[in-house]
């Protein structure tokens, strides 16, 4: 899949017009609700935080250099994964990963 800045406006266009499709699946499929998402920014805006011997390290650029990465993301609230996957069949044909969010204790800090 090219970059977003690649894309002609018209491609520009109908990748926004699938966007906004998946988001009204969501909201009317039973069960589902979206949390959030955002685009990302290209990696080559990316700030790097490392801890190397006790001290924060702050670097211009990604944590390490790889073929693909990632251009946004959803947070989905969904009843199952095959859910899910159905609703993802409205957006562009991009490479997708799914991922549970850990539950965490509620006063763990």
Request: proline share 6%; aromatic share 6%; glycine share 8%.
């Amino acid at each position: 899949m090219p970059l977003w800045e690649d894309l002609s406006p018209e491609e520009q266009e109908a990748g926004l017009a699938q966007h906004y499709a998946f988001a009204e699946a969501c909201a009317a499929r039973d069960g589902v609700e979206m949390l959030g998402g955002e685009a990302l920014a290209d990696v080559s805006m990316a700030t790097t935080l490392r801890t190397r011997n006790g001290e924060l390290v702050v670097t211009d650029g990604p944590f390490a250099e790889a073929a693909e990465h990632i251009g946004g993301f959803y947070v989905i609230d969904a009843p199952d994964l095959d859910t899910l996957i159905d609703l993802c069949k409205v957006l562009p044909a991009y490479d997708m990963e799914i991922r549970p969010v850990l539950d965490m204790p509620e006063d763990a800090g």
